[in-house]
């Protein structure tokens, strides 16, 4: 720095006089990237931290058009379905049981498929043979055998009222799964979408800066219509 400065006062004026200007020319030049550099760190705003509990279901990079074929029939913006399977996923209980509901649903169809087509082929036949009755000229004839087969369904519904009540018992007990399963499915969501209010909710500056802006700009429109 002494070598620097010795130098400095040795030089003429003139080479002094063109130094600086050059020096002053190149601090100009370097001052303007660092003044653009502080207005571009000023302008960039702190990203929202994303909290890594947040169900996928619910981040924004999630689309509501999403497929997840979870639930048959249902759309893929059911945000029901959608949290509670991801809570499946994560948890062990909840994959038994969904695993036990889905075994169920396929042992009923099964349990009952052969009774099904037992009872389906025996009404057919009753029904057809009350519409052969119905065909034969002579009324008393038809009446006759209209009554033995009205008779003989009669046996056939007493011979079958044992599987009929095993049926319906196995029919309400599956009300009740399908009606239980979607109280489970509401407990354990409702305390995420809960909690996503409560971790996510928006910050209001945005809709307070849009209402001032438009504030703003009807005070110009009235300035402007009133003159």
Known sequence: MLKFCIWFITLPCKEIESFTTNFLFMKNILTIPCLLLCLLSCNQQPEAKKDPDTPTALQDKNSSSESIGFSKGRSAEDLVERLYKELVDKTAALKELE????????????????????????????????????????????DRLKAMVASRLSNYNRLIAGHKNLVAILDSKDVKVHDLHIVLKLVKTLPLIEKFQKDDIPNTNPL????????????????????
């Open 208 to 227: 307070n800066h849009a209402i001032n802006e438009y504030d703003k700009t009807l005070q110009k429109l009235d300035s402007l219509t009133n003159h």
């Open 99 to 142: 695993s036990k509901i889905d075994d169920l649903n396929a042992m009923k169809i099964d349990s009952t498929q052969q009774f099904n087509t037992f009872n389906e082929k025996n009404t057919s036949y009753y029904s057809a043979a009350d519409q052969h009755a119905a065909l034969i000229t002579d009324s008393s004839l038809k």
